[in-house]
């Protein structure tokens, strides 16, 4: 592992993430520099899902290179555990080209897992299987009292509509008690030396933007590209067909739903996954957060190049005041491994 900084941002869906990553990696070019970026975002993973992830097309990313977008079908079940291993390489491959890495997205689970130093839980088939069994009898409601009963701080970071991710949690716990180890610890250190940046919008502002950027995907044809994908086999896919706003296109074209609903439950959706996103995020040590009102994304990216060379500034000044060491403390708020 090189000594190369990666450059985190992160923020709820619709603070501007991704035009803040490529104005900072075009800042950097200005610079002499060169950066890429790499998606933290779940649901762009996905080949063919680009309305509802607001994902930037390539016609856009003004020649930055960007790694981890389509890069699965929409038959293929997400993998945390995958998707630490695959985008760690992409960020050593970067730094060992002499690029800055820039992490963007808003996938908690998915940033940490890159960012902290933690390995998961295994698996066990056999306990998936009857715990996925459970939910299809039940429903998540019962699981997810179970797994509140057991382990309320876990409970409490999962939604409870969120089958997946409970009977996971339910897994996780079970295969501790036999001594396979726990998730991400309270207090984890960080993967490798890191600068974070946050963006963050006022709450009264943000939700109407994202009740309005919900209508403009029905209006730009996210149903549409729902259908498309239906060929491709979404309605099998155990996590892009649960994608907020494809999960409603899909039960519009079903006619399980009206335009109307479907829009309105995406909305809500959206707003409360928004929720969780801040709450995550905001349990992070050393981020220098943004108010995305206080400036405009020009002003976001000068921010985050700043935090950059501060970072090597006060990095270099260390190794030379004690060689072979490192500060135990910055007077900028970046984060930095232990």
């Known amino acids: 592992m090189t000594g190369a900084p990666l450059l985190v941002i992160v923020g709820a869906t619709g603070t501007g993430k991704s035009e803040s990553a490529i104005r900072t990696a075009e800042l950097l070019r200005a610079r002499g520099e060169t950066a890429e ?20 097309p390539e016609a856009d990313r003004r020649g930055i290179p960007h790694h981890l977008f389509d890069v699965l079908d929409v038959t293929d079940e997400a993998s945390v555990a995958a998707y630490q291993r695959d985008a760690r390489a992409e960020v050593e491959a ?11 997205g808003g996938s908690g689970l ?66 501790a008690e036999r001594g396979h180890g726990a ?16 963006l963050s919008t006022p709450r009264e502002l943000l939700v109407g933007r994202l009740d309005r950027r919900v209508e403009q995907m029905w ?3 996210l149903v549409a590209e729902a259908d498309r994908l239906r060929s491709a086999g979404i309605e099998r896919g155990v996590t892009a067909s649960r ?57 976001r990216a000068r921010l985050a190049v700043d935090r950059l060379i501060e970072w090597r ?26």
Do not use: C
Not at 37 to 56: E, F
Not at 260 to 286: D, G, M, P
Not at 313 to 338: D, E, I, L, N, Q
């Open 110 to 175: 998915y940033v940490s897992s890159v960012i902290y130093d933690f390995r998961f839980p295994g698996r066990d088939r056999k306990l998936r299987a009857r715990l996925e069994a459970e939910l299809d009898e039940h429903g998540p409601g019962l699981l997810f009292a179970r797994l509140k009963a057991a382990d309320a701080e876990t409970a409490a970071k999962i939604d409870p509509a969120n089958g997946r991710r409970i009977v996971r949690a339910l897994e996780i716990l079970e295969l």
């Open 219 to 221: 209006r730009a044809g």
């Open 183 to 198: 998730a991400l610890p309270a207090s984890p250190r960080l993967w490798r030396p890191s600068v974070l940046i946050g």
């Open 243 to 299: 994608a907020i706003g494809y999960a409603q296109a899909l039960a519009q074209l079903r006619g399980e739903l009206t335009e109307a609903e479907a829009i309105a439950q995406t909305q809500a959706l959206t707003r409360r996954y928004a929720r969780r996103q801040v709450s995550w995020f905001k349990r992070y040590e050393h981020v220098t957060w943004i108010d995305t009102e206080a400036g405009d994304a020009a002003s």
């Open 37 to 56: 970026i790499v998606n933290a975002d779940a649901m762009q993973l996905y080949r063919g899902m680009d309305i509802g992830t607001a994902k930037v």
């Open 313 to 338: 500034s006060s990095s270099t000044s260390a190794r030379v005041t004690a060689p072979g060491t490192t500060s135990s403390s910055s007077p900028t708020p970046m984060a930095r491994s232990t």
């Open 94 to 104: 970067i730094a060992a080209r002499g690029a800055v890495p820039i992490l963007v």
